[in-house]
């Protein structure tokens, strides 16, 4: 059993399309927060790209992934192949999933309730995400998952990198490789974790209300 955080993001801001100078940077920074919080791998997500980052990662495994931003909401694909440029609105939900199974990855619903429709459509999702920064009750991703027997997983969603770890998954998994842990997700064997300290409380109930004002949280 391994513990990773599944959603991460190397840069503060959505403004620039990547890769940057600072992605690196920001990766050390994502591996030292991870050490920190006793996780063994965490997955680079970020907005429609994926590079490879030559640095060290004290021994914290970095997933591949891309958070792709579909035609009806954002998707996670993770693994070790996941394309590296895609372009936001070009694909569907449906192609979204073609192209990560055909690249031995996962593919997850990123935040199911937040300015997104993936969760209404009927394919072969391998997971929702249980959001760090949980902008709906717990129950609603449960029912969710519950409805069309989906599993969960946890992830931060850190943009900051002191956020690594406040959502993430237990993984059924002896080894962090990209595609083991790929294969778990697809064949369900997670358990997703919160980290319920008092910071990272106030901070999600401060996500909470800046979604809700910006219109991003379905009923």
């Known amino acids: ?77 993770i693994g070790p192949d996941p394309p590296t440029r895609t ?38 999702f391998d997971a929702y995400e249980v959001n760090g920064k949980r902008s709906v009750p717990i129950d609603q991703i ?14 931060s969603d850190a943009h900051y990198p002191f956020e690594v770890g406040r959502a993430y998954t237990r993984v059924d998994t002896e080894k962090s490789t990209p595609k083991a842990v790929a294969e778990a997700i697809r064949n369900g064997r997670t358990d997703y974790r919160l980290n319920e300290s008092f910071p990272l409380q106030l901070l999600r109930q401060l996500y909470q209300r800046v979604h809700r004002l910006k219109g991003h949280v379905d009923a």
Request: proline content about 6%; some cysteine; hydrophobic content about 40%.
């Open 1 to 77: 059993m391994i513990t990773v955080d599944l959603h991460t993001h190397t840069r503060f801001f959505h403004a620039f399309s990547g890769p940057t100078s600072y992605d690196p940077v920001g990766a050390r920074l994502l591996v030292a927060f991870a050490q920190w919080r006793g996780l063994d791998a965490v997955a680079v997500t970020n907005h429609d790209y994926y590079s490879c980052l030559d640095i060290d990662t004290r021994g914290v495994t970095l997933i591949p992934g891309v958070e792709v931003s579909t035609s009806a909401g954002h998707m996670l694909v």
């Open 87 to 124: 372009t936001p609105g070009a694909l569907t939900p449906e192609e979204t999933i073609d192209i990560a199974h055909a690249r031995d990855c996962a593919a997850i619903v990123a935040h199911p309730f937040r300015n997104s429709v993936v969760r209404d459509l009927d394919l072969p």
């Open 142 to 155: 449960q029912q969710l998952s519950e409805a069309d027997d989906t599993p969960l997983i946890g992830g």
